[in-house]
């Protein structure tokens, strides 16, 4: 029984010195780094994964650095496990996302969902790769260089996009990076080492290490700013951006506007046919984040309520909410006289007409549909896969993504309904009653009539369905889609700009042209700071893209009382004849919009464009200081990783350069180039014979040149010609004298002490 608790407590003690290795813990803390660029929320289980990995792959090395032919096979079938595993993960991360791993790798992750699998690739690919290089430079052979690359790589991952590294990982990283180098110093000792007591190295590293940990925590860290013009520089691709705002077309839970200004090319997304430039919404967004300043998607936004099993779909359109309750209002004549709508009587209201639109999608795959605006019904899709749609009027590929050659052809409604006098006078008049009684009031009226007709009238049948789902949607709307955070300068600007209004149209009018009467600009340039919001934009800077229109108009509707919420998706005003797929407008990344889409009583949703034209717009600046710095700062990147990567491998590349080199030379020139070689490796300078420098060469590795000697002198001083045998002598014996040279330095090298 003590036997059995010895062995338990050998075991729990030899357990905890492994997983207090040093270079494991290193090892953790530089993959949980990378890991929490990809979800900063997961950071604990990303250690946790990071430990058990690193654990176990420490475990399979010090197995390959005892048993070395089988312990290798190990490792390239562990590379070969990784590798599938990776694959996996990617693949099942593709489906029904819409962006590819290596878009989604170089894109702030805080411009998308979390990706669970792409970040399990990463996860994989990063733990191997860093824990094999970590472990064989410290305990196999100690390389100051590149551990130091090893400690660069999570600053790598956010330098590409310029984001700032947390402070604890930096601080971390920096930290164990100084442990690493002390301790890893006494792992092995030679003739010429005098190793230091362990507990005296561990003392005064820990001191040194609290001194640097409580210095970097005190002093201030610059701010850091996002930018994505190196990166794009680097990779030379001006539609790096347009591509990811391509994928993007489809639902996603938060925007923050970012991705407006990325945009530097016109990457065609969209060819469309139709009659007049139109609008078209790929995303809706309900909540406001005045902290981070994003919108994210509520229910209404994303949740399916209506799924379509064949076409025509019948979609919402607004209008009809004004003819349903006319014919209400017709057909009773007490609910005419409590809300007004007897003087109406007689005038017909004007119906818009209806015209269509067919998109052609031409670049990427999406899952939402790009619906236009005042859109009737959808009567045509290339897609075989069931469609579904949202209260906001989106339409998603239920089962996957629409192909990027999907064809959809929609009807519509002109935007004309408020240019009749009539409309807008029976709008108002609505606006005015207790609105939510009087859609029960006539539903229940339309009710009444059905249930007298026996369900034969047609018209009361579809009229009541359209106003019983607005009554129903209204409560949600008055609920969830007037907050605008109680902001009090908000709201006294709001009643500033509605005073005297009393229709919400002519509140929505006044707010979107507020912007174009207050000197506000459309800059593509400015880049907000992290503490930046709505609030800065509206008082103070007045600079900023359709996004900060956007989401100032629908949070000044709310505070005027007016439902709103924030809408993404496409402008379509650039006329281009195609003749293979018979379309005359194009739709492309820079006509991506970000705009609101407000409640109108007694019509229903409709879109505004507070965002100043492009005519006064602030003119894109090439070049500018914050650009060409972030440029150079990627080359020189760049450049430093390559020099490195050069230096080191320099010499194995001259030595088969040189090999090369030697079948196409003549003997005589392969035996002095021979020689020059070897001088130069070896560090022999100060000689004035061959037979020195072959003394030299013994003495250092053991080698023997004798015969490359004896083959120099006779061809240098004897003017002899040599054979093509004799250079195969030659070739041997410095190959030979490259090789001992490289296994001396081998043996130089600080061996792993024994386990105990």
């Known amino acids: 029984m003590n036997r059995t608790v010895e062995k338990r407590a050998s075991f729990a003690k030899k357990m905890l010195g492994k997983l207090a290795d040093p270079v494991l813990i290193y090892a953790v803390i530089s993959l949980t780094a990378i890991m929490y660029h990809f979800h900063d929320k997961l950071v604990v289980q990303y250690c946790g994964a990071s430990l058990v990995l690193g654990f176990l792959l420490f475990r399979l090395f010090d197995f390959i650095n005892v048993k070395r032919l089988i312990g290798g096979l190990c490792y390239v079938a562990a590379w070969g496990l990784t590798f599938m595993a990776v694959r996996e993960c990617i693949s099942i991360g593709s489906r029904d996302f819409g962006i590819g791993f290596a878009l989604w790798f170089f894109t702030p992750q805080s411009a998308m969902d979390y990706n669970q699998w792409y970040s399990n690739a990463i996860f994989l690919l990063f733990g191997v790769f860093m824990c094999s290089v970590i472990y064989y430079y410290t305990r196999i052979r100690y390389r100051l260089f590149m551990n130091f690359l090893v400690f660069i790589i999570p600053f790598l991952i956010y330098g590409k996009e310029y984001e700032k590294v947390p402070t604890i990982f930096t601080i971390l990283l920096a930290a164990g990076f100084i442990v690493l180098l002390f301790y890893c110093r006494q792992l092995g000792e030679d003739k010429k080492t005098v190793i230091v007591d362990r507990r005296g190295i561990i003392s005064s590293a820990a001191v040194f290490t609290v001194i640097f940990t409580v210095v970097s925590s005190v002093v201030p860290k610059p701010e850091v700013k996002e930018d994505r013009t190196g990166i794009e520089t680097m990779f030379s691709a001006d539609s790096f951006t347009d591509k990811l705002v391509a994928m993007l077309t489809g639902y996603r839970d938060t925007t923050g506007g970012a991705q407006f200004r990325r945009i530097n090319s016109e990457t065609i997304l969209f060819l469309a046919k139709a009659d007049e430039s139109l609008r078209f919404k790929t995303s809706t967004f309900s909540e406001y984040n005045y902290r981070n300043d994003t919108w994210t998607a509520d229910k209404p936004d994303s949740v399916y309520t209506e799924n379509y099993e064949t076409l025509p779909i019948e979609l919402p359109l607004t209008g009809e909410l004004t003819e349903a309750i006319m014919y209400a209002a017709e057909n009773d004549s007490e609910f005419a006289e409590e809300y007004g709508l007897t003087e109406f009587f007689g005038k017909e209201l004007f119906v818009p007409e209806r015209n269509e639109v067919t998109v052609i999608s031409t670049y990427q795959e999406g899952k939402s549909a790009p619906v236009p605006q005042f859109a009737e019904k959808l009567i045509s899709c290339s897609s075989e896969d069931e469609i579904s749609g949202t209260i906001t009027g989106l339409l998603f590929n239920r089962e996957g993504l629409f192909s990027p050659k999907e064809e959809y052809t929609f009807s519509y ?337 600080p061996k792993r002490p024994d386990a105990a």
């Open 413 to 749: 409604c002109t935007d004309k309904y408020f240019a009749s006098e009539v409309n807008r006078s029976f709008i108002e008049r609505l606006g005015d009653s207790d609105y939510y009684g009087m859609l029960r009031e006539a539903e229940q009226t339309l009710d009444t009539l059905n249930k007298e007709s026996g369900l034969s009238d047609e018209i009361a049948l579809k009229y009541h369905e359209i106003i019983e789902r607005e009554a129903d949607n209204y409560g949600d709307y008055v609920k969830k889609l007037m907050d605008y955070g109680n902001s009090e300068k908000i709201l006294k600007l709001a009643e500033e700009i509605t005073g005297g209004l009393s229709s919400d149209y002519d509140k929505a009018r006044a707010i979107e042209q507020y912007f174009y009467l207050n000197d506000f600009v459309y800059d593509l340039n400015y880049v907000k700071s992290s503490m930046e919001n709505v609030e800065n934009f509206l008082f103070h800077t007045k600079r900023g893209v359709c996004y900060e229109y956007a989401t100032s108009m629908v949070l000044l509707a709310r505070a005027a009382g007016i439902p709103a919420r924030y809408c993404e998706g496409f402008n379509m005003s650039k006329k281009s004849i195609n003749e293979k797929y018979g379309t005359n407008y194009r739709i492309t990344t820079m006509d991506s919009h970000g705009f609101p889409e407000l409640y109108i009583e007694g019509f229903g949703w409709m879109s505004f464009e507070p965002t100043v034209t492009d005519s006064v717009a602030a003119p894109v600046k090439k070049g500018s200081a914050s650009q060409l710095l972030a440029r150079a700062g990627i080359m020189i990147l760049a450049a430093a990783v390559f020099a490195l990567v050069f230096i080191l491998a320099y010499p194995w590349l001259r030595h088969r350069f040189f090999l090369v080199l030697s079948r196409k030379r003549t003997p005589d020139k392969t035996a002095a180039a021979a020689m020059h070689m070897i001088c130069s490796i070896y560090g022999i300078t100060a000689v004035n014979t061959s037979e020195e420098a072959s003394a030299i060469v013994k003495k250092r590795s053991g080698a023997d040149i004798s015969e490359l000697v004896r083959l120099f002198d006779k061809s240098v001083y004897g003017g002899i010609e040599l054979m093509e045998a004799e250079k195969e002598i030659i070739i041997r014996d410095y190959v030979n004298a490259y090789n001992a040279l490289r296994e001396k330095k081998k043996e130089k090298k």
